[in-house]
Every structure is written in C-alpha cells, then in structure tokens.
C-alpha cells in the first residue's frame, strides 16, 4: 500500500492564537454561495469572461488603432483590470487571481506534462519572494521605459508574454509554482490581500485534527470503496511532491462526490491559514474537504496587521516586498505629476546621461535604498523605544504591516483614480473596436468618469487617508502588543512616519496630472 | 509513408507544436511592428499646426491647412481631435471653421492636461475623399 504523506497532526500544530477563534462570519454561508464555490467549473465561470476579454486585449492591441484611449488593450488593462484588482481587494479579496484566466493553462501544462513527462522540483533556492521581488521591479521598470500604458500594442504583447510564461513554468514544475514563485501580478494581489475583509478558515479545527488525509493540501479521489486498491495501484494524481489521497464516497458528507479534487496548489493548510498570502481564492481546499469544514471568514481588515500573521511564518522576503512596493507605489504616482519630469532631468544631468532607461533604473535604485533604509530605521527606532534588543530584521518584521497598509492605501487611491476618470470609456472603446474593423457602429466618445472631476482629489485623498490612519492605529496596537506599557513611546517613529507617508500622498494627489512618455524632454 | 509513434501522443503533440508554429508565424508577420495608420495618394496632403508654439494647458487654437496637389482646397469638412496617450482620458473633439482660402482654424478646442498629446485631424474633401493626420504633441503645464 503506498504510503500518504500527511501534515501531521493538525491538533498539535494549531497556532496558539487560532485556539479557540470564532470563525466569525461565513461568507459561504450565503445562500448559494458555497453550493457555486463548490461546483467543479466554479472557477471556470469567471475565467471564460477574462479569457474573452483577454482575446480582445491582444487583438486589438496588435491590430486595433494605436491611440491608449482608443483601445480595447490599453484602456481595460490598465484602467478596468487595474480599478477593479484595487475594489475587489478592499471590499471582498483577492477576486482577481480567482478568476485569473492564465490558469486556464491548466489543461495544457497536464497534458504536456503527460506527454513530456519533463516536470522537476522548483529549486530550493527559488523558494522565496526574492525572485519575485525582482520581476516586480523589472515590471514596473519597464512600465516607465515602455510606456506600456501608452502601447496597445506592448500591452497585448506583455498578456501574451503572461499567458507564456504560466505556460512555461507550470509545464516544467508543479502546479501552481508560476502563481507562488513568479506572477508579479499575484504577488502583488497577495500584499495587497492583507488588509483584504475574508481569508480562507477551518470551521471546526477539531474535524481537521481528526481527518487523516487532509485532503484541502494534497487533494483527493473520490470513488466507492472497493475500487481503493485500483486507484491506489494506478499512482492517485500527484501535484508536485504531493500525492492526493483516497476517500471512499461514504466518508463525503456534500454532493461532491466521486471525481478527483485538488488540493492546495500553492501549498496552504487551511487550519493553518492566518494570512491570504499566496491565496488565490481558487476554492480547491472547499471542494476538496470531505468534511465541509473550509469557510471563507469574513474578518477586520487591521487583523493581519495585529495578529502578526507574517512575523509569526518569518517571512522576511515577504515583509520586504510588502515595503518595496510602498515606496515603489510612491514612485509610481509621482511618475504621473510635473516635478517627476524635473527631478528626472536633474538626475540626468547629474548621471551624464540622456538614457531614458538608465536614469529610471537609477531612480528605482535610489528611491528603494532610501525608501528601505528609511523604513528599517524608523521600524528599528520602535523596536528601541520599546526596549527591545534584537537586530533591525526583527523590526522590520514586526512593524513590516505598518508599511504595508500604507503601500495599499497609495496603490488604491492611484488605481481608482484612473478607473473613476475614465470608467465608461469602456463603451465607447469597445463600440470603436467594431466601427474600426467595418462595423457600422457610431461610437460616442462623450462617455467618461464615473464621478466629477473635483471629487478625484477628495475621493484620492479620502482613500489614502484611511488606510494612514489604519497604519498609524495598526503601528499603535503593534507597539502596545509587543511592548505593554512602553508601548505608549514605541508607536510614535512608526506612527508618524504613517502620518508622514499619508502626507506625501496627498500632496501628490493634489498636484495636476501630467502623463507623459517621454521622460526627458527635447535636449535644449 | 506512416510514421510509428513510440509514445502515444507524441504524433498528436507534433501536429499540435507545427499548428501553433503555423499560428506563431502568422502572427509575427502582423505583430512584429506595431500596425500603422496612413496610406492613400500622396497627392492629397494634410497639415496642422497650434497656433501657439508652446501650448500650455488650456484653450487653444488648431489651424488645418488642406492641400491637393499643392494646392489648398476650401470647402472641405475638418474635424481635430485631440487624444492623450493614456488610457481612459476623453478626447477633446472640435470641428474647424473653414476660412475660405483653405485653412481651418478650430474655436472652441481646449488641452485639458499637460503631458503628451495626440493631434488627430479628419478631413472629407469636397468629393467626399477622407484623409487622417496625427501628430504628436507635448502641452505644458
Ligand atoms: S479543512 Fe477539511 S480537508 Fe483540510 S484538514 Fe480540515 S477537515 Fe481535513
Ligand atoms: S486551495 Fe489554497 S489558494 Fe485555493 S482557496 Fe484554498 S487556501 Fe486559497
Ligand atoms: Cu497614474
């Protein structure tokens, strides 16, 4: 009989602070909800509409009118797809890699898989957020270089270079590793997923201390009894290291019966799960569970930050990434207003050098080592203040949630801000489409924002100034937690640096908008 | 002739390599540049110009010049648009008055952002031919 590999005992594992938790909320039990989550082509339902839309995005990118607004390409990625990722975020979770149409590549890579038979082990030293620190930052570089927003054309080539590449990978390694490892795009998801209201929960953690296989990790086959040794005999399926288990049919107490069901392809337990880190809302672990025990639990948007779900795993990488991309998002903003184009052109002048390419690279590089340097001391400053003792990285991990609220709140205002300028510039774009290739459609272009443009700021401002404010009361309630009474000095470096980075914020928010792609003007 | 196929499926999955090379090919003749809009005659010719030399943010006056064969044609229709290069934005849109010695001269246009422009005239000459010009343009703030 082929031995199971199992996680142990769920029971003996629990973390102190998931004992005797409430679930809370389930959203599941919305009527109907988990009978949809649960059905088999769930995901499906939600992925056909992105992989039509998709089909779009690189037909009119290639051959569509070259004009960002004009464009199926340009104006869904980087005003619908961008607006909506940021919403679905704040008010549900990470809606967008559920849906994400890249994982209809799951047909595929099995069945090249099959017949290749190449998959390997993603290398040990890959696994981590480091790699995907780099590609996020070779994104965004390229995003100023190329101008991407500017080319239907780069756009639709940069979807299917995406499609490619989760092709690639997921073909050579198992499941699921393109999502983890290497999607900039998911990644980005899962940092902004921390202050996301819902996160995947065990219902009953007793049930899971008794369940023998887990099967919401490693999957199951479902069949009648008997066929066990069959089933055993001709090798369960086996994603990456994992082999899924059987379960016989009386031992399911929902209608998901019979069939193979995956488990976690990202690897997440869920008694375990405290984070939606690395969680794509795909749902396997609810059809998977014999037990009907997974619920999606509805929680506060500051539980992460408090309950220090990523100091507790050590996720150094990860905290990292999540303080990158604040100063990275700050960048990003400030690449849309004039002094951008000022300090460019200073930077050129100091560099020598009219390369475009080189003084973004430098910039990026600068802003990330001050943005770092910056953080770790006022984080380490904290740590002082509340008389601790360890190393800086200690810090960083402990107020790393601090600078991640405040990444998100820049991030959100940003992307809304474009989505609520030019929302409904969706129907004029796709009746263009039409009328471009001989349709006789008459596109009215008068279609625009979805609110006044004097509210842009307000709205931009609002946003930004939440989150500052849940940052600096996530930085309060950090200090106090870890530090009692001295907790009363310890939150203000972090506090105030919440307040300060807010303030930048706002100011950039309130500057004119100027787009443009060429960095450096004309050479005087 | 009847290839044997050691593996079953590898005849399956040469098919389908050579049908997504096909495929791949076919799509790099369209998409190894980015498509290009112009064509037509050279006979007939378009220009335009903002008055201004700088344009800043703001009103703005877009003068259209008409040519057909060096020579400028009055009476014909002439509509400028102005797109910015990112998405979502509305673009500005404004027929030009015909000043009768073939010049148009727009009245009502307006750059409502600084950064880069993308000036777009349309012009239907008497006989009902169309022509389209773009020009690229930076707006101060
Ligand atoms: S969630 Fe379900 S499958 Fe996973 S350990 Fe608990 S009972 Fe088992
Ligand atoms: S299977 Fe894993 S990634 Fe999918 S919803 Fe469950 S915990 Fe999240
Ligand atoms: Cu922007």
């Not at chain 1, 102190?16 to 649960?38: E, K, M, N, Q, T």
Request: hydrophobic share 50%; proline share 6%; charged share 15%.
């Amino acid at each position: 009989m082929i031995e199971l590999p199992t996680a142990g005992d769920a029971g003996a594992q629990r973390p102190s602070h998931v004992r005797g938790a409430s679930v809370g909320f389930d959203l599941l039990r919305i009527p109907g909800l988990r009978a949809l989550v649960r059905w088999r082509y769930a995901r499906l339902l939600f992925q056909i509409p992105l992989l039509v839309l998709a089909l779009f995005v690189v037909a009119d990118g290639l051959t569509g009118r070259q004009l960002a607004p004009r464009n199926v390409a340009t104006t869904s990625v980087w005003l619908h797809y961008r607006g909506f990722v940021v919403l679905a975020l704040a008010f549900v979770g990470n809606a967008f890699c559920a849906s994400c149409p890249l994982m209809l590549t799951r047909g595929p890579t099995r069945w090249l898989k099959r017949v290749t038979g190449v998959e390997r082990p993603w290398p040990r030293v890959l696994r981590s957020k480091w790699l995907v620190i780099v590609l996020l930052v070779a994104f965004l570089l390229s995003y100023e270089i190329f101008s991407l927003w500017s080319s239907p054309w780069l756009t639709a080539w940069l979807v299917i270079g995406y499609f490619g590449a989760a092709l690639a990978t997921d073909t050579l390694f198992p499941a699921g590793t393109f999502c983890r490892y290497v999607c900039p795009l998911g990644n980005f998801n899962f940092v902004l997923a921390h202050t996301s209201p819902s996160v995947i929960a065990a219902l009953d953690h007793d049930v899971c201390a008794r369940c023998e296989t887990k099967p919401c990790l490693h999957g199951r086959v479902t069949d009648d009894a008997s066929t066990r040794a069959q089933w055993e005999a001709a090798g369960l399926p086996v994603e990456g290291s994992r082999r899924a288990s059987f379960v016989p049919l009386d031992e399911v107490v929902h209608p998901n019966g019979r069939g193979a069901f995956p488990g976690c392809e990202t690897g997440l337990f869920v008694p375990t799960v405290t984070s939606t880190m690395d969680c794509t809302m795909c749902f396997n672990c609810v059809r998977a569970c014999p037990y009907d025990n997974v619920a999606l639990r509805v929680r506060a948007p500051w539980r992460e930050a408090v309950r220090d779900a990523w100091g507790r795993r050590s996720w150094t990488a990860v905290t990292f990434m999540g303080i990158l991309l604040l100063w990275w998002g700050l960048l990003n903003a400030l690449a849309m207003i004039g002094p951008f184009f000022e300090v460019a052109a200073a930077l050129s002048a100091l560099l020598g050098s009219r390369s475009e390419a080189l003084v973004l690279v430098a910039l990026f590089a600068l802003v990330s080592a001050v943005g770092l340097a910056l953080t770790t001391l006022t984080f380490w400053l904290g740590d002082r203040l509340g008389g601790a003792r360890a190393g800086p990285l200690r810090a960083v991990r402990r107020w790393g949630s601090v600078a991640v609220i405040l990444a998100v709140g820049i991030w959100t205002a940003h992307y809304l801000f474009h989505f609520l300028t030019g929302a409904l510039q969706i129907i004029p774009v796709f009746a263009h489409f039409f009328e471009y290739r001989g349709f006789a459609v008459d596109t009215n272009w008068r279609f625009g924002a979805l609110v006044p443009s004097s509210w842009l700021f307000f709205i931009g401002a609002g946003i930004a100034s939440l989150y500052g404010f849940a940052a600096a009361a996530a930085a309060a309630a950090i200090a106090l937690r870890d530090f009692g009474a001295r907790g009363v000095w310890a939150m203000w470096p972090v506090g105030l640096f919440a307040v300060a980075i807010t303030v930048v914020t706002v100011l950039v928010m309130g500057q004119p908008m100027e787009m443009r792609g060429t960095l450096l003007g004309p050479a005087s | 002739m009847k290839v044997s196929s050691p593996v079953p499926g590898t005849v399956a999955l040469r098919r389908v390599s050579r049908w997504l090379l096909s495929i791949l090919l076919a799509t790099s003749v369209v998409a190894c540049r980015p498509p290009e809009a112009g064509g037509g005659d050279a006979s007939r010719t378009v220009s335009a110009r903002v008055i201004d030399d700088s344009p800043r943010t703001g009103p703005a006056t877009i003068e259209v010049e008409v040519l057909r064969d060096g020579e400028r044609v009055a009476g014909a229709s002439v509509r400028v648009t102005g797109d910015m290069t990112h998405a979502g934005m509305i673009p500005v849109v404004s027929d030009a008055v015909d000043l009768g010695d073939g010049r148009y001269r727009t009245e009502s246009f307006a750059f409502t952002m600084a950064g880069d422009w993308i000036l777009s005239v349309d012009v239907t000459y008497p006989d009902a031919v169309t022509r389209q010009v773009s020009v690229p343009l930076s707006v101060g703030r």
